[in-house]
């Protein structure tokens, strides 16, 4: 079936630094990939979204960037802070067998940020 | 205004018993998806409602599993006959729109533990 694949799977950068979290999909008619962070204990929240006619999207420190001929799209977050540690997971709509649309999430990139 | 809220927070039950898990989606939300998140993974897609159309249940992983919805409101997710394997976060979250670009909010999960 369709699937979703992120790496890497850890991450550990020095405050301050960048961090770089890179998807791949494979339903060419994905249109919407969005990326959530999900905090120890706590619910995933969506922090930043692209669509398929958008190149990049910036927002503060973190920003997206979609390639749709190579079908990735990463996300990319500068000057990391404590706070930006967290599981972050990335997404692509896809059309399953049924003709439903769809979010089909990757497995997640645990980020860790080294005071 | 009020989140997406799931009861129980937390569940312990038997191998071989039933467990009821509850969703209450945001007011107007159209859509509901329940999720699956074992320890340390990704989101695993289990049901899709949309509104008042039959719901998409190509995510669950077998006829144990069964959820049902009444109108744009509340869902229970039913597993019977629970397995070991059945151990992990179930989490609920709902959109304003049925396609996959509305934004996902998402409730505080319900950890499930089948002893």
């Known amino acids: 079936g369709e699937n979703v694949e992120q790496h890497p799977s850890t991450l550990s950068v020095q405050e301050g630094d960048s961090a770089v979290i890179k998807c791949t999909y494979s339903?060419?008619?994905?249109?919407?990939f969005p990326w959530y962070k999900q905090e120890l204990g706590k619910r995933p929240q969506l922090i930043i979204d692209?669509?398929?006619?958008?190149g990049e999207k910036k927002d503060q420190r973190i920003a997206v960037t979609l390639n749709k001929t190579a079908k990735h799209f990463s996300l990319h977050i500068t000057e990391t802070q404590p706070e930006d540690s967290a599981v972050y997971f990335c997404?692509?709509?896809?059309?399953?067998?049924?003709?439903?649309?769809?979010?089909?999430f990757g497995t997640g990139t645990r980020l860790t940020i080294i005071p | 205004g009020a989140g997406v809220s799931q009861s129980p927070s937390n569940k312990v039950t038997e191998k071989g018993k039933d467990v009821e898990l509850r969703c209450d989606p945001i007011?107007?939300?159209?859509?509901l998806y329940w999720y699956r998140q074992r320890l340390g993974q990704g989101l695993e897609f289990l049901i899709y409602?949309?509104?008042?159309?039959?719901?998409?249940k190509s995510g669950l992983p077998s006829d144990r599993f069964s959820a049902e919805r009444t109108g744009e409101s509340v869902s229970t997710l039913t597993i019977q006959r629970t397995q070991q394997e059945d151990s992990a976060v179930y989490l609920c979250?709902?959109?304003?729109?049925?396609?996959?670009?509305?934004?996902?909010?998402f409730g505080p999960g319900t950890r499930l533990t089948v002893t």
């Open positions: 979250a709902s959109s304003f729109g049925t396609k996959p670009s509305y934004e996902q909010y």
């Open positions: 339903d060419s008619a994905s249109n919407y």
């Open positions: 409602f949309q509104g008042n159309s039959a719901p998409d």
């Open positions: 692209i669509r398929s006619n958008v």
């Open positions: 997404a692509a709509s896809i059309y399953d067998n049924f003709g439903n649309e769809k979010l089909t």
């Open positions: 007011s107007g939300h159209t859509a």
